[in-house]
Antibody, heavy 120, light 107 residues
Framework: QVQLVQSGAEVKKPGASVKFSCKAS????????MHWVRQAPGQGLEWMGIINPSSSSITYAQKFQGRVTVTRDTSTSTVYMELSSLRSEDTAVYYCARDHGAAGGHFDYWGQGILVTVSS | DIQMTQSPSSLSASVGDRVTITCRAS??????LAWYQQKPGKAPKSLIY???SLQGGVPSKFRGSGSGTDFTLTISSLQTEDFATYYCQQYISYPYTFGQGTKLEIK
């Protein structure tokens, strides 16, 4: 069965960076694109970017350009997101979500989410 | 960016009721529209994709309709497990965007 297992919660100070992971299993990792979505406390869902695990081609939401880096490791079927220059507004739950197809699809499976707290 | 507007933002209903949630896109998105259900402390769950297609394992009480700019999610015969927040999402162009959510509460 398809599973996306994300790394544990993080607490960071403003200005720091955070890197977290999403390990996929139960399917061929390189066949399906992967998205990152975040949700601030009590707020809605915000799309951050997408990676093609096969080619490592990436598209970021313009809002996060220059501050976010998404990478992947095909040997471990893991996608990583690094967010730098953290500020309090980055406090959120970060989800990875699998694209139903080769991009242009909805999100059919989601990770459990990672709470990132930015506080001095 | 394509703006997605859901209505209502919150909705009270009773067990056994049928409810409808509306989602409007700021420009045409054909049928590139998905609906998700989210319960407190949990990740969203896919319900409907391509505006009308039911995600595998989702009961047929959930029905999606619409195309272009106007879409609806109808939930029939509400049960306690259906009380949650529902989001629509367009995936025709980046950045993918979500509606603000509709919180469905028990009356």
């Amino acid at each position: 069965q398809v599973q996306l297992v994300q790394s544990g919660a993080e607490v960071k100070k403003p200005g720091a960076s955070v890197k977290f992971s999403c390990k996929a299993s139960g399917y061929t990792f390189t066949t399906y694109y992967m998205h990152w979505v975040r949700q601030a406390p009590g707020q809605g869902l915000e799309w951050m970017g997408i990676i093609n695990p096969s080619s490592s081609s990436i598209t970021y939401a313009q809002k996060f350009q220059g501050r976010v880096t998404v990478t992947r490791d095909t040997s471990t079927s893991t996608v990583y997101m690094e967010l730098s220059s953290l500020r309090s507004e980055d406090t959120a739950v970060y989800y990875c979500a699998r694209d139903h197809g080769a991009a242009g699809g909805h999100f059919d499976y989601w990770g459990q989410g990672i709470l990132v707290t930015v506080s001095s | 960016d394509i703006q997605m507007t859901q209505s209502p933002s919150s909705l009270s209903a009773s067990v056994g009721d049928r409810v409808t949630i509306t989602c409007r896109a700021s420009q045409g998105i054909a049928n590139y529209l998905a609906w998700y259900q989210q319960k407190p402390g949990k990740a969203p769950k896919s319900l409907i994709y391509a505006a009308t297609s039911l995600q595998g394992g989702v009961p047929s009480k959930f029905r999606g309709s619409g195309s272009g700019t106007d879409f609806t999610l109808t939930i029939s015969s509400l049960q306690t497990e259906d009380f949650a927040t529902y989001y629509c999402q367009q995936y025709i162009s980046y950045p993918y965007t979500f509606g603000q959510g509709t919180k469905l509460e028990i009356k």
